[in-house]
């Protein structure tokens, strides 16, 4: 009788992640060549509770819709494995509930802190001759690990964040009187989501006038400068913000607000805000900050055909590695040119990515420091082409019922 | 010789503005009725400046893709003509513009501003016996203006709303631990948006869980009370509120911020970062709060098809009313069915519309305040119903040029 497989997905959401578990739900059916296809609920602690879904007869309808719909469908953990030096206690309880299993493969769908888990895992069966396959999916809206052209996830992230400023860009242009509007991108330490903002420009929209990434150092001074200049310009100007912006001495831009109300709650206002005040300021006209927040990385109905057709090809990737006997890999994506996009599939050791994070080279950001550079926008151009169509259900974006992320609380 | 018309916007934008203004230009050239088809740019504003576009002779390409673009490609603004018997002259000025330009009527596409507007030129029109036709097309996300079954933009808004608010749920579904999110929606009087948000709704989801209208007074204990009993049950909860929620003295639920960082300026946050505070004091759980801001109102990729037909109709019949005679109306929609859903085209003395608000009827918000009715939920169905297909342009989602808005500046 042949062996079983678990997959999980682990981190922050995207509209993509999905797509991979459809990849090797897809793959792992089609191949043939495990028996169960377990979907563990919560990451690697739905494997420590034994908490899974049965994968194995799921459909071509069920697989296509899984792929479409954002979020994470088998729920998400935030948890990273003692080392094992420290503590073998959980890894010699994982693996005896694959070997209960009768686990062949496990697949880890996720990003930086989830191949520190594929690594950790990979050590021990190593360390104790089991021959499992594990093997890393990547995936994550910052686009920031190593040993990848890019991440799956980042490029449906991008064209939300682009197609969303062009049309904030519109809101701005209606009035005959000068506004600033700031738009606050996610991105701690790595500003390539910031910088996708960029394709939001076209021959008659500017917009965003201003792109600031966290990988120089922002200047207040040189800031209001620009932005002044750019406002003479351009009238309505908008400013493409990374949430990670740091100043010379790696200080955050931010403000720290103590609520007046009686509920009152010391508050880390963010760089939009921030930036916000500063300019009412120091021009005393218009202005607007827009946290794009939770929507840029949960926008199913404004996803990538390019990032949610790589994604569904890297899941599934990772059950041929697996098939042939490749482990303690990651999933990798290598361009092999821009125009025509083209690119090949491939696997890293994931113990070379694990805990690393790949920052944009400064190289590609334009000396004056508020703009990306040609490269950058060959570069992301092709992640955001073509568009998936969504699902309406009586005129609302619609997806596949995850009640069993919910259903455990009344319902 | 025939005479001319000058069609012009104003008030805030929305998705689909622009469709009456599409059909407003494809019907006064369809009927032949007018020489020149003139916009006036930055609404009654741009008359008083003669800043005007020649609008006849667009082809239907044209008109198709401008029915698309959001936001207002003839520009807005914020002005209230003075009472005739204060200052008198302005409109002498307005309409010795008319004279000179040979104007056979007058349509202005905008909300209750905009509906104030048509009913003073149309009485200084009837003072002075001038027979300029004068026209209103309704226009606003808030779904404010009487006399009227429900405002063309309005739709558009509401699909958004209840989409993103889908998204947002799948989002916060993924981790296993209690989390309370707060969408603040755009409404300072009428809570006619943030009740779209119950459509969100399907077998498998019930966010937003909790719905909170400014028709009713707020009451933060109650709220507490109701959101502890709600995360008990549920885990994830979504908390849809309106802007203008209040309490039972009629103070917004808000409070003032002062940013403690060195461009210090009091801020005043909205009800949705105020109950985030809230919600941390007493619930102590994960909580965040998301301003949806002006997408809300802009998104011209999620409109509803619904919404742009009856806004491109709404323009057209505002043309029909001038060819018939008819002056100092406001183009109304009236309701003959929900299921199959059914309306009729129609008009009302725009004298009766302006300055006065529409609000959501309390019958339809249910006994405990914090969600909507079936009626309600009959009501919304049908206006955000059918997609309109996005043109994109390399991946990002593509409008009609506006750079008679900006070029002045720079380009």
Redesign the interface.
Known sequence: MSKNCIVAQSGG?TAAINASLAGVVAAARDFGIYDKIYGAI?GI?GVLKKHFLDLSDKDDAFIQKLAR????YL????FKLPDMKDDVSMYEEIFSIFEEMNIGAFFYIGGNDSMDTVAKLSAYAASIGNDIRIIGVPKTIDNDLIMTDHTPGFGSAA?YI???I???A??T????LESVNIIEIMGRDAGWLTAASV??R?????APHLIYLPEVAFDKEQFITDLKEMV?????VIVAVSEGIRDKDGNYI????????K???A?L?GAG??LE??V??KLGIKV?S??V???Q??????A?M?DLTESFLSGKHAVVLAKNGESAQMVSLHRLSNAPYTYELSNTPVSEVANQAKEVPVSWITPDHHDVTAEMIAYL?PL????VP?D????????L???H???????
């Open positions: 959401p919560h602690q719909t954002p979020a994470m729920g998400s953990c935030r064209k682009a197609s969303s062009r049309e904030i519109y809101d242009y209606i009035y005959d394709l939001a076209n021959e008659f929209s500017l003479k310009k351009y009238k309505n931010s403000a720290t607000n103590a609520a007046a109300d509920f009152g709650h508050q206002s805000k921030t005040y500063l009412k300021e607007r827009v946290e927040n939770v929507l990385r949960c926008a199913g109905h404004m990538s390019t151009k955001v082409a073509g568009e969504t309406y259900a009586d005129g609302i974006a619609d997806y019922d995850v009640s992320l919910t259903k455990v609380y009344g319902k």
